[in-house]
């Protein structure tokens, strides 16, 4: 028995000194991979230091001292034209940041929102908050979702990367819109330059229509049921900051561009299945009513294949932009919404 624990012990301590024994080659190699963690580390410090530049800090942080409900305001009082995060107050007082675009087509847009397809394959599931979180529902049609009302969600510098919408989106008494589609997940310093489509409206209709979205939805309910397939809500041509008619044509399916004339942006459009959508950018629907192939946003009960933010924009696939698929590139980008 005590030989037996003899030898254990043996080979216990060859065990223990087998993994401590590195060769003088190894042991280099640890420290030179050491070294070099160290160096990545300093430089990546080194470079969030640079980054904290407190000038600019302190130049971005005293934008809360100026008092305004709209980039508009910003620009027009305080002749600013920088575009990047401000601060906006409520008719209430409430205070929020979002993102100013102060240099198209003479600047003074606020964003205000952001709808982002987080999962195309997701039928009114998680992060489908422009539609319903809450499953294709046919008990869920009544439109009191997020296009008329006034809960807010998202970050502007996330409105990439999630959907967004702050305070302005029913505070603001606006003439125009203005639409950037940007890839998912880009920053926001170079939003401007990644988008791939961007118009805005230069007729005001939104004084028609209350000043808001909000207003708007209030009278074109995003609602399933609301109306017949050939009921649709206005219809206003757009100017192209980026883009024309063709690209904004090629963005969509080869089957949905026989149904919409490109430069426009429709709202409250209605489906063959009268289902409600919110909003079909940089298209007006003209001889068709499979909106669901390039309108954005909607109520909560659609055709079971067909709920969601991005409602069908993958009939005949992901991203292959074949028969009613959308672009991957139109899939993949989150829609920018801003008033002026
Ligand atoms: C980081 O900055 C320090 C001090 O400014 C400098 O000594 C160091 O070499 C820098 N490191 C790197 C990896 O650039
Ligand atoms: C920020 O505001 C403070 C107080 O008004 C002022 O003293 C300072 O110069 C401002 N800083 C910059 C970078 O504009
Ligand atoms: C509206 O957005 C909120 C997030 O703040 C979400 O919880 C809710 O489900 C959304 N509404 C619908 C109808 O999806
Ligand atoms: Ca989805
Ligand atoms: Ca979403």
Redesign the pocket.
């Known amino acids: 028995m005590l030989y037996h624990i003899f030898l254990f012990l043996v080979v216990l301590v060859l065990v223990e000194r087998g993994s401590f024994a590195a060769s003088p080659l190894e042991i280099v190699s640890v420290n030179e991979q050491l070294a070099h963690t160290e160096a990545v580390r300093n430089d990546e410090t080194n470079q969030t230091l640079a980054r904290t530049n407190f000038e600019r800090l302190e130049r971005l942080s005293n934008r809360s001292r100026y008092v305004a409900r709209s980039c508009k305001e910003i620009r027009d009082r305080y002749n600013l034209r920088e575009d990047g995060l401000y601060y906006l107050t409520t008719a209430n007082g409430m205070v929020y940041q979002t993102f100013c675009d102060m240099t198209t087509a003479g600047g003074g847009w606020t964003l205000v929102a952001s709808v982002h397809e987080n999962s195309i394959y997701g039928r009114c599931t998680v992060g489908?908050?422009w539609?319903?979180?809450?499953g294709n529902n046919a008990a869920?049609l009544d439109g009191d979702?997020?296009w008329s009302n006034r809960?807010t969600?998202g970050t502007a510098e996330g409105a990439t990367s999630d959907d967004y919408k702050n305070p302005g989106y029913y505070d603001i008494a606006a003439e125009d819109m203005s639409v950037w589609h940007v890839p998912n997940n880009f920053p926001l310093e170079h939003w401007n330059l990644a988008a791939i489509l961007r118009y805005h409206t230069d007729n005001r209709f939104l004084r028609l229509y209350g000043g808001n979205l909000f207003q708007l939805f209030k009278q074109y309910p995003v609602r399933y049921n609301v109306g017949s397939y050939n009921n649709r809500g206005p219809a206003f041509p757009i100017v192209y900051d980026h883009g024309d008619r063709e690209s904004t044509r090629l963005l969509y399916g080869p089957n949905s561009r026989g149904e919409f004339q490109p430069g426009f942006i429709t709202f409250r459009a209605i489906n063959n299945e009268r289902a409600a959508m919110a909003i079909c950018s940089g298209v007006k629907p003209v001889s068709g009513w499979n909106t669901e192939h390039y309108c954005i946003g909607g109520g909560?009960y659609f055709h079971p294949d067909q709920c969601g933010d991005f409602p069908s924009f993958d009939w005949d696939r992901l991203g292959k932009g074949q028969g009613w698929s959308a672009s991957k590139e139109m899939t993949e980008a989150a829609v920018l919404l801003f008033y002026r």
């Open positions: 489908d908050r539609s319903s979180q809450q869920l979702g997020n809960n969600f909560g």
